[in-house]
């Protein structure tokens, strides 16, 4: 997994299915750790100044940074621009006061 690729994901016992971007560094991502960063893809705007859009559909949700389980991972749905990601990490940045 890699910062910017945009993957499904299911946590064990709940029936709903998430898409999340991984937002944590490839440093993190790339460790034996079995978890990393990510925020929540919603499919309407969250009226919310700290979500980035990314198409007419899609927002990326600026206030849903959560740990993720690798394993609950289930399949790669594609990943970001550069521009986008810029966004999103302006966004956590306010968000966190960084």
Same mark, same amino acid.
């Given at each position: ?7 499904? $994901? ?12 991984? &937002?944590?560094?490839? /440093? %993190? ?7 990393? $960063? ?13 979500? %980035? ?8 949700? /600026?206030?849903?940074?959560?740990? &993720? ?7 790669? %749905? /594609?990943? %970001? ?18």
């Amino acid at each position: 997994m890699k910062r910017g690729e945009i993957w499904s $994901y299911v946590p064990q016992g709940s029936p709903r299915k998430r898409t999340v971007l991984i &937002v944590s560094a490839n /440093g %993190v991502n790339d460790s034996t750790r079995r978890w990393f $960063y990510a925020v929540e893809i919603v499919d309407s705007d969250p009226q919310d100044i700290l979500s %980035v859009r990314m198409s007419t559909q899609s927002w990326i949700s /600026g206030t849903s940074l959560t740990r &993720v389980l690798r394993d609950w991972l289930t399949e790669p %749905v /594609g990943s %970001v621009s550069e521009d986008i990601m810029d966004a999103v990490a302006a966004a956590l940045r306010a968000a966190l006061s960084l």
